[in-house]
């Protein structure tokens, strides 16, 4: 009775007081309906409802008049307002004075209120400032500033110019970032957040979920966070300026455009990725000034390398112990796990005669878990002192590095997430026990013997290894023009010269000594003699084993079979390939083991078998929904765009399938199988190969039928691979109606008749997930396309899945979209050699 009689007077309310369209403020006797807006006095911000992903489902936000889809705040981000033709929500100020969202259902229903209550007998209104700020305020106060409640004290993923992020002390609370569960799409609460932590220097961090730390920023050293240091190079020109303030009563961080101009957002995207973007007023689009993508090589994992080890993206293996450090485990340590144990100390600290080793270029150690003494205003010699006085102290440096450096911060603890940097970063002071930097001088003057003995040592393991790897290789006549070559490949020479050129260039790179050795004994028994009980596949080169170390890791150990000539070329390149790369999308390597006839790769064990398992079969298909299938897609493509451009070489990968595409336990994607992987020159973008190899139904036209390969012909098989994830549908198998088209085809047909909802996998066709399915179907296209030309590359991929690529082309036909009749009877898995009639 009550809700109906609230209803009546609602509408009779609204009724009366009707807001006009172009009104910065709601006073409390006012409604604003999901169909009304207000605007900024200058029309530059504007409050509304936006509908989310599921059209029923409405928000309350600002977003730019001019650029309307860019959302800047959102209020009732994880309860949307359903919308529904007889019930509309409606924003009011309510009785006690706190802003709330209802929906005018049969009683009176709140879904979403700004939780605060004020008592004043002045007039309360709502208004909606020009920098974006949504404030609640009195009229006829002094103060017109003085705001009851703003919305910039609740930040979605976006930080105006004018907003901060931080503490204040005085009243402890606390504002962060946290990204939407789909950028641009669905504003319901991310798996990610920036914030600020404090408690020995203020650190900003990426923060999971679940309140895992995920990268940590490091404390602000005057220029930017210690973490970040191409932030401040990024910034020489520009007008964007960092501001962070630390006080008693609070700290934070903000920015501010030199101009004036409030179309200027530091976004943290729901990939976890801080974006700074800039209004270009010409064109009317938004451009990336900056985008920090943490976790962009392996040092940014946060707390990569445990205790006292610092970790260098650049060298190998990443995780190196400081000086006067060893590992603690070196069981762990040569599998690669840095990070459990990390490195002690060489020689007990006898606390008096302690020196203390300068490290330069270097992310400062976390202050957030160890204790930490800080001073702001204290120098560097008197913060030596003070260090070297207390034996607890086990390292010191500067804060800040403007004016030559100054600030003083002292660990009383361990030294964790350390980075060395080629450029930026900071200086760092750790102790040692005097007597271990008086043998590193001994060393360095002893320097000359201890060479030569690496020397002999060296030459030795290569005598060994290449006279090993050229008897077996002389035994087996066909692998008698052995394929150094195809590791590097040198532009401007014919095919014969680059097979010799490069042939010694290539010897050069094969550090296998880099990798763990195995004993073969012990993978044997790992393997249980290699009994076809633990075998689990058959790789491209060998069988592949399941096998259990007696300390419990599981291992796969793919082992090149004896008879098969072609193997051993493939062995070579994928240690070559693979021991140089690291990224959570890429299977990873433990070690290798060769022991006379025995070849063998041992790797880190995938649970979760590969994507074809899944994806081929109706049974178990049903465990990847939609979700599962993107989280799968996107790590591939960021595994693909590591390999192109992020890793320290340019790889093309050349047989991406869904066979090479393994699953760990958390169903995360890793690139396997580098056996055909080639290494690309700085400044080539396409190499020809007399050799063809790959499978059929992912190989681009260019390659499999001219031998010409290059990134695209790797974006290609990806796009092959993203519309058989969509459909689930194998590129080559029949369609009974279409028996001359392959999946290509068949989806550009679909495209063309827009009936491409058609291909979508019926398990995963949820019309809450369309768009975003669709979205991934045109990407597939434009990867799928004949002219290599024409496809994106794996960068413009990976930000047209991130939704920083809104508006795409229009796809050109496929390449390959008739079926390979002749190869109709052809075991679809198979990896097939071809040799071109021109080549040999
Ligand atoms: C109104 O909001 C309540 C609480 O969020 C919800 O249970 C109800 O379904 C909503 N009704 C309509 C018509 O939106
Ligand atoms: C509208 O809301 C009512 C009550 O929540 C619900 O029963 C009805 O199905 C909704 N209508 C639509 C079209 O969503
Ligand atoms: C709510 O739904 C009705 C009918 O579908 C539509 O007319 C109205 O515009 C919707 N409300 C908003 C805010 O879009
Ligand atoms: C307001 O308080 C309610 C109940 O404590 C809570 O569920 C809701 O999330 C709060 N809203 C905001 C905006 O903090
Ligand atoms: C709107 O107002 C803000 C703040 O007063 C000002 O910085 C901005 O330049 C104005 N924008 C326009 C388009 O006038
Ligand atoms: C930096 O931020 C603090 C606190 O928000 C503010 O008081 C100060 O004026 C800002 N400084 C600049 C240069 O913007
Ligand atoms: C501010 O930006 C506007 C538009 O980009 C430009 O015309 C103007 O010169 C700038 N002013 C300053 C002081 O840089
Ligand atoms: C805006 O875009 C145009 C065209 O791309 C470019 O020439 C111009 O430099 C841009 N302006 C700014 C301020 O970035
Ligand atoms: C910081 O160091 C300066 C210079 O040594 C000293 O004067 C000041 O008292 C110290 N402040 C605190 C809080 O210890
Ligand atoms: C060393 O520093 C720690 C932490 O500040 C302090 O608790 C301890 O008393 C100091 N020890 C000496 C001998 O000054
Ligand atoms: C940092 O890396 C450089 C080479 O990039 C190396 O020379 C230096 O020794 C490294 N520093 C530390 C402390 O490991
Ligand atoms: C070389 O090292 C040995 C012990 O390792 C030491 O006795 C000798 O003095 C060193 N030689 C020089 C030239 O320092």
Not at 740 to 755: F, Q, R, S
């Amino acid at each position: 009775m009550q809700g109906l009689f609230f209803f009546l007077f609602m509408n009779s309310l609204s009724f009366l007081t009707t807001i006009s369209t172009s009104t910065d403020t709601l006073t409390s006797s006012q409604i604003l309906r999901t169909t009304q807006t207000l605007q900024s006095s200058n029309e530059t911000f504007v409050l509304g409802f936006i509908p989310g992903i599921n059209l029923n489902n409405f928000y309350l936000a600002i977003w730019y008049k001019n650029s309307q889809d860019t959302v800047v705040w959102v209020a009732n981000r994880d309860n949307p307002l359903q919308n529904n033709s007889t019930n509309d929500g409606f924003l009011k100020i309510g009785d006690n004075g706190n802003i709330v969202l209802l929906n005018s259902s049969s009683n009176n229903n709140l879904v979403w209120s700004s939780n605060q209550t004020t008592v004043t007998k002045n007039q309360l209104v709502l208004q909606l400032l020009d920098n974006g700020n949504l404030v609640l305020r009195e009229t006829n106060v002094n103060d017109p500033t003085k705001y009851l409640w703003q919305s910039f004290d609740f930040p979605t993923d976006t930080l105006l110019p004018s907003m901060n992020l931080g503490w204040n002390f005085d009243k402890n609370t606390e504002k962060h970032l946290t990204s939407w569960k789909i950028t641009g799409q669905n504003p319901s609460t991310g798996d990610y957040s920036y914030k600020i932590y404090f408690h020995g220097l203020p650190e900003t961090f990426l923060v999971g979920s679940d309140r895992s730390l995920i990268y940590r920023g490091g404390p602000w050293n005057g220029e930017t966070f210690s973490g970040l240091p191409e932030a401040k190079m990024q910034d020489d020109t520009d007008s964007i300026v960092f501001n962070f303030s630390w006080n008693e009563h609070g700290v934070y961080y903000s920015f501010s455009t030199i101009n004036g101009s409030i179309y200027s957002r530091l976004v943290l995207n729901s990939y976890g990725q801080l974006q700074h973007f800039t209004w270009n007023q010409s064109t009317k689009t938004w451009s990336t000034k900056y985008l920090y993508v943490f976790l962009s090589d392996d040092c940014d994992q946060y707390r990569k390398c445990g205790p006292y080890s610092i970790c260098g993206a650049h060298a190998s293996p990443v995780c190196k112990c400081m000086k006067g450090f060893v590992p603690k485990n070196e069981r762990t340590w040569n599998v690669n796990d840095f990070e459990s144990d990390g490195c002690v100390r060489k020689t007990n600290l006898d606390c008096k005669s302690d020196e203390f080793y300068q490290m330069v270029n270097v992310k400062l150690p976390e202050t957030t878990k160890t204790p930490v003494f800080v001073n702001t205003t204290m120098g560097i010699k008197e913060c030596g002192d003070l260090c070297r006085r207390n034996c607890s102290c086990t390292g010191y440096a500067n804060i800040f590095v403007t004016n030559g450096g100054s600030g003083c911060v002292m660990w009383f603890g361990e030294l964790v997430d350390i980075i060395n940097y080629t450029k930026g970063g900071q200086d760092l002071y750790i102790r040692q026990a005097y007597s271990k930097l008086d043998i590193d001088t001994n060393e360095e003057t002893n320097g000359t013997a201890i060479t030569i003995a690496i020397v002999i040592v060296a030459t030795i393991i290569v005598a060994t290894c290449t006279y090993f790897l050229w008897s077996w290789a002389s035994k087996h006549s066909e692998l008698s023009s052995f394929h150094f070559q195809l590791f590097v490949l040198t532009t401007g020479k014919s095919p014969q010269e680059n097979q010799s050129a490069s042939l010694i260039g290539d010897v050069k790179q094969v550090k296998i000594e880099d990798l763990p050795l195995f004993e073969f004994k012990n993978i044997s028994t790992a393997t249980n003699n290699f009994s076809s009980a633990n075998k689990i596949g058959q790789g491209g080169f060998g069988s592949v084993y399941k096998g259990e170390l007696p300390d419990g890791l599981e291992i796969a150990v793919k082992r090149l079979s004896r008879d098969s000539g072609q193997g051993l070329e493939e062995f070579m390149n994928e240690v070559i390939v693979i021991s140089k790369l690291q990224h959570r999308n890429l299977v990873r390597l433990l070690g290798c083991c060769i022991e006379e006839e025995e070849k063998m790769l041992v790797y880190e064990y995938m649970p979760n078998n590969s994507l074809d398992f899944y994806l081929f079969d109706p049974i178990k298909k049903k465990v990847l929904d939609w979700q599962k299938r993107l989280y799968v897609i996107e790590g591939i493509s960021r595994g693909l765009l590591y390999l192109h451009r992020d890793s320290r070489l340019r790889i093309i990968h050349r047989d991406l399938k869904p066979s090479n595409i393994l699953l760990d336990g958390e169903l995360n994607p890793k690139i396997s199988d580098f056996g055909m992987a080639r290494i690309f020159g700085g400044t080539e973008n396409e190499c020809n190969t007399r050799r063809i190899v790959g499978t059929y139904g992912y190989m681009s036209p260019e390659y499999a039928m001219e031998g010409l390969f290059s990134d695209k012909s790797d974006v290609f098989s990806f796009g092959v691979l993203l519309l058989e994830i969509i459909s689930g549908r194998k590129n080559t198998s029949l369609y009974n109606h279409e028996q001359t088209l392959n999946l290509l085809g068949y989806a550009w047909k679909l495209w063309n008749e827009d009936e491409v909802v058609s291909l979508i996998d019926p398990q995963i066709c949820n019309p809450e997930y369309l768009d975003d399915i669709l979205r991934c179907i045109h990407i597939g296209l434009l990867c799928v396309q004949e002219i290599a030309k024409e496809r994106p590359t794996m960068a413009t991929v990976v930000s047209m899945l991130n939704s920083e690529i809104v508006k795409f082309p229009r796809p050109f036909q496929p390449g390959f979209i008739q079926r390979q009749i002749e190869r109709r009877g052809e075991p679809s898995v198979n990896r097939v050699t071809v040799t071109s009639l021109q080549g040999r």
